[in-house]
């Protein structure tokens, strides 16, 4: 059985060159951890790390709404992504992912030995989280769903009661359930609670990146019930053994200052989807199912190639987008509205220009040049 050696996506997101107008971008602006009250002292440069850090577990565990020994620490969502599937599924194990998908999260459970089948968010119900979908493509050898929520790369939103059953379904087959929750603190209106509060089939992942601009800290973690929080601790004694122990305590800082990092986000992203909507409605050539909450869009485009479109973009534009062959949607791409409001809105100008000129454009040269 072939399995991925690499996420495509994140080697070609992380080598490409810089734009001014980074539509491609998934997080709100950077927040500088220098504007809080920081010293050197604070992050103890004494060369020692810290056995499963206390502290940060208990930060973690109190925002969360869990118990610290749910806690399991990690270098960032992808990380925490990558050990809970570790500990969960077994080579030739069945693991169930929605379609639209995250690629890093396919690779990852492709690389540890997964047998892939997929189920479908639909375009027409706005990308919701349908337990039906979920239920009719498991199998006996199911031991593992994997969705995302909000869902990247739409931000639709799955509430608790839609999740629950997931992991009716998911319990009843002996499964588990992962949700990835880097992107959840964006759905303001909902008020969400992790999906490890519903129940001992579930494990969640989320970090500190997306919503809060604190990626460079990689502040991530697994939320799982006891037993399985000890088994994804010790499988990473045996990878990365402890965490670097400035970022944890950076950690820290940021947890009890998060309210104040947070305050302005939820305005910011109004603003900023209110914009994308008043684009989007003038766009007879993209359809989108406009979500109420996040930080991504993922519209279609009815006029042709979109890693060409892409290059015309960054070629001609300075701006850049995300093809959407990347979450399993050649027609679609993704863009991002949680950068500063300036640039998203001459992203956008941008991104029109690009589309209306699309007809007098190169296409087999772009072609050419697309990654």
């Known amino acids: 059985m072939s399995r991925a050696m690499q996420s495509t996506y994140m080697h ?7 734009v001014r107008y980074h539509l491609a971008s998934s997080e709100v602006p950077h927040f500088a951890l220098d504007r809080l009250p920081l010293g050197v002292a604070d992050l103890a440069l004494d060369g020692a790390s810290r056995h499963r850090y206390a502290p940060l577990r208990e930060a973690i565990a109190a925002r969360q709404g869990v118990a610290p020994d749910q806690v399991v620490i990690a270098n960032g969502t992808s990380m925490a992504n990558f050990l809970a599937m570790a500990t969960l599924i077994a080579p030739g194990d069945e693991v169930l ?56 790369p739409t931000s639709a939103f799955a509430d608790n009661a839609t999740l629950t059953e997931i992991g009716r379904l998911a319990a009843r087959a ?32 989320s970090s500190l990146t997306k919503v ?3 990626s ?54 109004d603003r900023n989807r209110a914009l994308a909507r008043d684009f989007f409605a003038t766009r007879g050539d993209l359809e989108i199912e406009l979500p109420d909450a996040g ?16 290059q015309l973009l960054r070629r001609d534009h300075d701006t850049s987008i995300v093809p959407g062959r990347f979450f399993g949607a050649a027609d679609r791409f993704r863009i991002g509205i949680g950068g500063r409001y300036e640039v998203v809105a001459e992203g956008l100008k941008r991104l029109g220009s690009a589309l209306d000129g699309w007809p007098q454009a190169n296409v087999a040269e772009l072609r050419a040049v697309a990654p």
Not at 233 to 249: D, F, I, K, S, T
Not at 300 to 306: C, I, L, M, N
Request: aromatic residues 8%; hydrophobic residues 50%; glycine residues 8%.
């Open 97 to 152: 992912v929605e379609t639209p998908a995250y690629e890093p999260m396919v690779a990852a459970a492709s690389f540890l030995g997964g047998k892939i089948s997929e189920f479908a968010r639909a375009p027409a119900d706005g990308f919701r989280l349908d337990p039906a979908a979920v239920a009719a493509a498991m199998t006996p050898r199911t031991r593992l769903i994997v969705v995302t929520n909000l869902h990247n």
């Open 12 to 18: 070609w997101a992380k080598n490409q060159a810089p």
């Open 212 to 214: 809060y601009g604190l």
């Open 174 to 205: 002996g499964a588990r359930v992962l949700v990835d929750e880097v992107y959840l603190d964006a759905a303001f209106a909902e008020a969400p609670r992790t999906a490890a509060r519903l129940g001992e089939s579930f494990v969640a992942t």
């Open 216 to 269: 460079g800290i990689r502040c991530g973690w697994i939320l799982a019930a006891p037993d399985l929080a000890e088994r994804m601790w010790r499988l990473n004694e045996l990878m990365g053994v402890a965490q670097p122990h400035a970022a944890e305590r950076l950690g820290v800082l940021a947890l009890t200052h998060l309210d104040e990092i947070a305050a302005p986000t939820r305005a910011h992203l």
């Open 295 to 310: 930080i991504t869009m993922f519209p279609r485009w009815k006029g042709g190639d979109v890693d060409a479109l892409n």
